[in-house]
């Protein structure tokens, strides 16, 4: 299977990135895309343009997302984990197994939670 490329939001610690990058994870960031600044709603369709899942610890995101799906619009998947509820490490190894876990077909409109 081929793994998913991930979207990652600008909230995002550096150090997960580096690390997913290093362990081969298609990982693109905000700041990459300068889309910085951009409306979270943006980030999804950005997410969604590229298909990539799109990776956050911001919990208007999962607000964003119910919205979404009561007006029958859609997104490739997010990712969300509470920015102090596991370390960089473990972030990293949960997000490399996901990117060779899942397809953006079985992510689509899902929110799995970290």
Do not use: C, P
Not at 37 to 61: G, M, P, R, V
Not at 88 to 111: D, P
Request: zero cysteines; aromatic letters at 8%.
């Amino acid at each position: 299977m081929k793994r998913v490329k991930i979207y990652v939001d600008e909230n995002i610690d550096y150090r997960v990135v580096k690390g997913l990058k290093r362990r081969g994870v298609d990982i693109i960031t905000v700041q990459e895309t300068l889309n910085l600044a951009k409306s979270d709603e943006k980030q999804l369709e950005y997410a969604k343009s590229i298909d990539a899942l799109f990776f956050t610890h911001d919990d208007d995101l999962l607000k964003i997302a119910k919205r979404w799906k009561n007006v029958g619009k859609t997104h490739n998947g997010i990712i969300f984990v509470h920015q102090t509820k596991l370390s960089v490490g473990e972030i990293v190894r949960k997000l490399r197994l996901l990117s060779e876990t899942v397809s953006i077909k079985k992510m689509k409109n899902h929110i799995e939670f970290l």
